[in-house]
């Protein structure tokens, strides 16, 4: 993995062990068809999805709200680690362009998987610029909306 | 090379041929001790410089004035292509750590090094978020100033 330190008053930590292979949850976080089944927690969802998997492609998502208000999203992909490690930031767009964020905060996320017995440990890490992102991130509903996804990428990975 | 484009009206752009051989413009830009002899134009200078040669590694100077002031800056290097692509942006500190830049705008710079004859052929390209940005980096003296650190950087490089 690449030199990145988490540090417990700026960041978000989302860890859990999970059912399913380590192979189709990369699958299911590398896959436009796959993230669109599961990236939204419903009742919102996810109407489209572009990815260029490598650093300086495209992270695009465009989520849907239960009243179909849709809220596009392009970030930029920073580390491709087949089957362990996805980085990207919503600090840069595509070719790493800065873009300023549109939700207010710009933060970095960083995906990790790892085999866990039969299953995977899952780690996703919020990286932020200081504490009041944090915060802001955090009473978004970082936990539960994080969680909610992954709840719904697991179906999603078992039904493959 | 990785996924980006150039585009005129959000960019700038520094190209010219010079007479020394590309591994040593190469090292020049990623050895700490050469960097602090070239990176800012004089009468200016550099105190002090660090490099983690990796993505998400720090690219970070520390700039003074002829009067003795002194402007840290902290950058995340986000391509390292060995002798001919070196990527870093002010977006993202360390880590890959989202950052608000201290001088106002972000700006991601792109350095390609490629043979040309005997000497290389040298790009450095700093990519912007917006045009209001691009004009705010012209008006600094963009040309000027990366000019005559290339300049200082080829008088470095003949000194190897």
Redesign the interface.
Known sequence: M????TNPE?DLVLERTVDVAPELVWKAWTTPELIVRWFAPKPWSTSSCEI?L?????FHTVMRSPEGEEFPSDGCI??VEEGSAL?F????G???????AEDG????A?VRIAPDGAGTRYTATA???DAS?RKQHEDMGFAEGWGAALDQLVDVAKSL
Do not use: E, K, N, W
């Open positions: 690449t030199a990145y330190t700026l260029d490598q650093p300086g492609g495209r920073l580390v980085v930031t919503s600090a840069l595509p070719g790493f362009r800065p873009q300023v905060f710009p933060f970095t960083v990286i932020h610029a992102a």
